[in-house]
């Protein structure tokens, strides 16, 4: 038998979050490569300090967005392997099922994300 979190099956969280995880992982790799295979086509040898910084590639924000992504994930499965899906981080109470449903790796409610977000 599955654990169930307030009408969440864990299993099944877990293979959304492993899914989400893997596919964050080859979106990166694939960010990666575009990245430096658009540095490699620029001439920067000639040019100046503005000729280096058009080169700059346009996927190094959606590999950051991707990397954070990830990085959520990763502690989503350390959380889920260790028993504590479904628990906020900071209140340690349930997190609410659609909450779960929406954002299968979320470590939050959402009054304490909502504290966290207007802290940064």
């Known amino acids: ?8 099956d864990r299993a099944v969280v877990g293979q959304t979050v492993r899914q989400r995880y893997e596919q964050s992982a080859q979106q ?9 295979a658009a540095l490699g086509r ?3 040898g000639t040019g100046d ?3 280096a910084g058009t080169a700059a590639p346009e996927t190094a924000e959606p590999a950051m967005v991707a990397s ?36 299968p790796w979320a470590a939050h409610c959402v009054p304490c994300q909502g504290v966290l977000d207007r802290h940064r």
Do not use: K
Not at 1 to 8: N, R, S
Not at 28 to 36: M, P
């Open 68 to 103: 954070a992504l990830q990085e959520q994930l990763q502690v989503a499965l350390v959380r889920l392997d260790n028993g504590l899906h479904g628990t906020g981080e900071r209140c340690c109470e349930q997190i609410p099922v659609g909450r779960l449903t929406a954002m």
């Open 42 to 44: 620029h001439d920067l």
């Open 28 to 36: 990166l790799q694939r960010l990666r490569e575009q990245s430096t």
């Open 1 to 8: 038998m599955t654990a169930v979190v307030e009408g969440v």
């Open 49 to 51: 300090a503005a000729d």
